[in-house]
């Protein structure tokens, strides 16, 4: 594997070996061991065109930890805000010996576009291309779904895991949809028809407009934060009735079976599709899900990185 | 293909080793033993069990894997990572006892010296292998050593287990020069 762009370049054992991998270096990171030197030498690149505090941070963090050496890249601040091409940043990061990029883009498909034209001879990391994907996020959401309810075993076979909220705009949930699938869960998308994407049904998913009716029959609800900065149009009247339908109260949260976790990829909007009691609660995974994301993005870098040149080219 | 050790030789290698081990060190009650996963991971905990029959009392004993800390790390795929487990008694001042199945370039052994200074300050720290088959790249020794076995380069050491393997045997694969 040499690059990481979407769920669909990925086989569920490529997955189960990512989340295996993190699995034993979350134990490491555990411990007293918080820095190893397997990346030592190599450059790892954040190209932020977007904005991010998790996403960026953590894999920063992941990077530091494999003792990589780390160069952050902004939007604001670089000359991609004075309108040079990615092409011209792409061969500026290849000139500067980057051994992977890690991409936030607004276009949908620019991660890919990096890879597919070979400007740089690097790893490329999708950390999130527009409303189409964001694979990163989906391997620690499983990881994190693994962790808490997948009774030791290596897949996610028989769980249901319900998405909630703003899927049109959602790289999150499309990414989740496809590896909870393809990891054996049944997923469930629960969202008004004006917040679904064109073409949902051919998702591997079922879709419900009842958030109700969902509640008590899934292990894990996976929130969704409501994208009201690429909203062009009206999608629902206004924001209390979207509470009121789609956000999930201290109420709906008592439906829920006694073992299931609650779960939103952040930054949320508190008391939009989230109760700050909710997101507080001791069900609530959500903080969890950023330590995990270190030890998930970790575990990634180590798979694209940490071998030799043998594996180049057989992505 | 020719065995190189039965299932009685490994047996009475690691009785013999144990006994050393527990020798050179005036008993047990400061060592820590650690085994390099996969095979060498199994042959710790045989080697800590034949230990604490001898002496009567639990050995402490765990895994230690050296994957994150490999030099050679580039030069093919990525390796899976196995499990880490330090007793809860740690290593620091304490007698470490690297184990491993096949010492050959001694390269995972400095990998596991450095993982270890990661986790502790062990007092001493000494090495038990099953077979010693030498080509050393690194100047490192074995302290203690089940067999050894002298082979060329273009050969391969293979060590069976019962616990992975379903037999105890050491076998030597390829023709000498």
């Known amino acids: 594997m040499r690059h990481l762009l979407s769920i669909n370049n990925l086989s569920a054992s490529d997955a189960i070996g990512i ?17 190893l030197p397997t990346l030592r030498g190599r450059t790892i690149v954040n190209l932020f065109a977007e904005d991010s505090t998790r996403t960026r941070i953590s894999f920063e963090a992941a990077a530091k930890r494999l003792s990589a050496d780390v160069i952050n890249f902004s939007a604001k601040g670089s000359s991609l805000s004075k309108g040079e091409s990615l092409k011209d940043t792409a061969q500026t990061l290849q000139a500067m010996g980057a051994d992977a990029v890690v991409i936030r ?14 400007w740089m001879s690097g790893s490329v990391i999708n950390a999130g291309d527009g409303t189409h994907e964001h ?10 779904i693994r962790k808490h309810l997948g009774k030791g075993a290596s897949d996610l076979k028989g769980l249901r895991i319900a998405i909630v909220g703003d899927v049109l705009h959602s790289r999150v949930a499309r990414s989740n949809v496809l590896l909870l699938s393809m990891l054996g869960a049944d997923v469930v998308l629960v969202a008004p028809p004006t917040l679904l994407p064109v073409g949902v049904e051919s998702w591997p998913a079922t879709i419900s407009y009842d958030f109700d009716s969902v509640i008590p029959n899934v292990d894990a609800i996976m929130m969704l934060r409501v994208q009201q900065e690429r909203m062009s149009d009206l999608f629902f009247p206004n924001s209390r009735e ?3 339908y789609f956000g999930l109260n201290s109420e709906r949260m008592s439906a829920m079976a006694r073992h299931a976790i609650v779960m939103h990829p952040g930054p949320m909007n508190r008391g939009l599709e989230i109760a700050a009691d909710v997101a507080d609660s001791a069900r609530s995974v959500i903080v969890e899900q950023v330590t995990n994301g270190v030890n998930v993005r970790m575990a990634i870098l180590y798979v694209l990185l940490a071998g030799g040149p043998l594996e180049v080219g057989s992505n | 293909m020719s065995v190189a050790l039965s299932a009685q030789d490994i047996s009475r290698a690691l009785t013999r080793i144990s006994h050393e081990i527990l020798e ?42 050296i994957t994150l800390y490999r030099d050679d790390l580039r030069l093919r795929a990525p390796r899976a990572i196995m499990p880490t487990s330090i007793p809860p008694i740690g290593i620091q001042g304490r007698d470490v006892i690297l184990i491993d199945d096949v010492l050959y370039s001694g390269r995972t052994i400095r990998a596991a010296l450095d993982a270890l200074g990661e986790v502790g300050r062990p007092r001493t720290v000494q090495l038990a292998v099953l077979v010693d088959r030498g080509h050393r790249q690194l100047p490192i020794r074995a302290d203690f050593v089940g067999k050894n076995l002298p082979t060329s380069e273009k050969q391969s050491v293979r060590v069976s287990l019962t616990e992975i393997d379903g037999v105890d045997e050491v076998v030597i694969e390829g023709e000498a020069n």
Request: proline fraction near 2%; charged fraction near 20%; charge should be negative.
């Open chain 1, 19 to 35: 989340l295996d991998t993190a699995t034993e270096l979350a134990r490491i990171n555990d411990g007293q061991v918080k820095k």
């Open chain 1, 242 to 244: 979207y509470s009121r």
């Open chain 2, 24 to 65: 050179k060190n005036h008993g047990s009650s400061e060592i820590t033993v650690l085994g390099i996963p996969t095979r060498g991971a199994h042959l710790a905990a045989r080697i800590a069990a034949i230990m604490s029959s001898i002496e009567g009392k639990e050995i402490a004993h765990g895994t230690l894997d």
């Open chain 1, 135 to 144: 694979p990163s996020q989906a391997l620690l959401d499983a990881f994190t």
């Open chain 1, 105 to 118: 883009h607004s276009a949908s498909g620019a991660a890919q576009r990096l890879a597919d034209l070979e």
